[in-house]
């Protein structure tokens, strides 16, 4: 665990601590030479059985970690640590060209994408947000970035194949990379596809566009070397493998070939497993309620316990 500080400046008043000791005593001394005129200490101790004169050191040291915690506070005290969180926000960018019908992933590869998404939105915690993107000559923003597993599965079943050619990756990383929430910190597109970007915008100018905003790009290849069934015909689409890859390594994502189903499901597990990573926390809040209470606490002890005489 890392401590820092937004304002570390304000830490030169832990300079005054001494002058707090320092004026306690002051005080104290002064408080009993008042009391000393009403009171005979010693015969009163003898009859109670108890000291009345204390140096209040359960006051001062009260005091001390309250100026403490007051300072830490003005600090802007952030702690850094490891957390096993989430890894990202996603945004799930599937293929729905009409090529994915192709029956090498069984029923066909645009169903097992759905089956295997499906799944892992049930794997997941409830916290991370989730966005879906259709693609085929064109984008679709089929649901923004949410929690609610209820229309993320109502999305993705409603998914299905357009009738309009091609396979524009090219657009879909750039729709999906502004389809992110403007508060997310860490984001990721996984980007299921059988094909290759063979129409509009180029992929180099959206690899660009996803390095800018800080977003990693995690393609999964969908389809078997031999290709599969469709419309009765076989059909083999070679897969742009090269830019695949490349829009992975560029922007610190990884790139996936699913032949299977199982492997489908692999891919998604490592993309959506929980991952450590390091997260800070501003904690000035906090310390500064920490104070208030025992500011509280030290006006008790003060009016009961520590309380002067007379």
Known sequence: MQISFSNPGMLWFFLGIPFLVLGHFIALRFTEKRAIRFANFEALARVTHTKLRTNNIGVLILRIIMLALIILAASGTKVTYNATVPGFDYIIALDTSVSMLATDLKPNRL??????????????????????????????????????????????????????????????????SNTFDKDSKDKAIILLTDGQGNIGTAIENAIEYAKEQEIKIYPIAVATSTGGLFTDVNVTLQIDEESLKKMADETDGRYFRATTKDELDTAYVELTKFRSRLLTKEISAHLMFLAILILFTEWLLIKTKYSSIP
Do not use: H, Q
């Open 111 to 176: 169903e097992a994408a759905k089956d295997t998404t499906l799944s892992i939105i049930n794997r997941l915690d409830g916290k991370t947000k989730i966005g879906i993107v259709s693609f085929a000559g064109t984008s679709t923003v089929e649901l923004r970035p949410t929690i609610s597993t209820e229309e993320l599965k109502n999305a993705i079943v409603k998914l299905d194949i357009k009738n309009i050619g091609g396979s524009n990756i090219g657009e879909v990383l750039i729709t999906a």
